[in-house]
């Protein structure tokens, strides 16, 4: 029943794990194969000792502060009430609340012994300090270089030289069944190791994402988010990331991120800081047997094309409503789950054959990829020593607001400000407009964290920004 999986806004809360990147250099080992038990069990040991040290321990400081509530300053711990003579000494006393930063912990691992770690985009939201805790107690601030929500995956960098790392497999010849084993760090239990079988492969859950997630039966918990799962090789094959859930806790059902589409996020992530998406411009939905029926096929297979959005990649190429996709470049389409991955994965501009059935007759299609656009998507330009940064979240400007403002092409939303940032002491707030920085005009995200990145460290930024319809500089000081 998926659709008592948690919300989103208990992430945090209830879901685990991560895995895997792109970056990797080093191999851990090669070619190990664990013991087997009489019984037919895998003995796992061997594996956990040359894997546990590139698993790493995740703390993360929010910004800001929360008021922790006092409670009844008379009740006693058991519940029953303080003796008056007790109750008299502390009457007079100031009850001022608690401030305390909120703050959060997760799972990761380490993918190139130069300090790249991945963990799970839920993990570092509205982080302001992220920590590491290497397998050797060293605790080492983390920049985030970059993380993409929908796939849940993050990409993060430490200043260490020589560490260990695992080795990333792939994803693509899963089988149901498989043994499975993930190590991480449930309710900050560090290089806790936990075991199981694949249960099923390309689960699509209610939550938005592109994600078909590995489900096994791996015992994760909260604390075990952007941990990875390995196979009985001691390759990293997925990240766990999510968990079905009543009570919070662990209950047969985990779901992890396939080691393939991380790899592609990651090394995206490395080269951009942001993930760029294949567009097609359909809206689609799976068969049941009774809609296979009624196409005249003789089971349910491929993506029924629901809608087909105007001119988008999928309108110049010719695709309908009613069109079945069962096959896009070389690969085949089994289900609506299936599609978002293949076109997501896609290079920009890449043009592809789709086919689809229509009428009962294959035809094939020539369709040219674009790229997936958000108005809402956000990149960080995030307080870091090393990049000298602003601690600030920018989007592109949406098309109501920029016909409103009256802007050409320049322009970058400011949707939230870290606080104590250097952006936040020189005044910027949300909903502030950043047209320019150092007299060079801003258009993206992109261009914004570019020349942020190639500006002088040792001198302020001055920037322009546009406030109630007024323009007007600020200046800010970098870290």
Known sequence: MLNNLPTKSFKKRLLPVLAGSALVSALAFQGVVPEVHADGLPVLTQLIKQNSDAVVHIKVEAGGEKKMATGNMFELPNGQQMPEELRQFFRNLPQAPQQRRSSSMGSGFIISDDGYVVTNAHVIDDAKKVTVTLGDNRELEAEVIGQDSYSDIALLKIEADDLPTVTLGSSENLEVGQWVFAIGAPFGLE???????????????????YVPFIQTDVAVNPGN????????????????????????????????????????????????????????????????QELADSFNMRSPKGALVSNVQPSSPADLAGVQAGDIIVGF????????????????????????????????AEKTLKVKIERLKDDNESIKVSASKSSGALGLSVAPLTAEERKAAKLGKAGVAVRGVEPDSPAAQAGLREGDVILALNNSNVATPEELKSKVMDAPKDKPLAVLIMRDNRKQFVAIKPL
């Not at 089994?334 to 689809?356: E, F, M, R, W, Y």
């Open 191 to 209: 290089h806790s190791a936990t075991q199981g079988i694949v249960s099923a492969l390309s689960r699509s859950l209610p939550d938005g994402t």
């Open 225 to 288: 988010s952007g941990g990875p799962l390995f196979d009985l090789k001691g390759n990293v094959v997925g990240v766990n990331s999510q968990i079905y859930s009543r009570s919070g806790g662990y209950m047969g059902i985990s779901f992890s991120i396939p080691i393939d589409l991380v790899k592609n996020v990651t090394e995206q992530l490395k080269n951009g800081g942001s993930v760029s998406r294949g567009w097609l411009g359909v809206h689609i939905q799976s068969l049941n």
């Open 329 to 360: 470049d070389s690969s085949d389409v089994d289900s609506a789950n299936h599609l978002p991955l293949l076109v997501g994965t896609t290079p920009i501009g890449k043009q592809v054959p789709l086919t689809v059935l229509r009428n009962g």
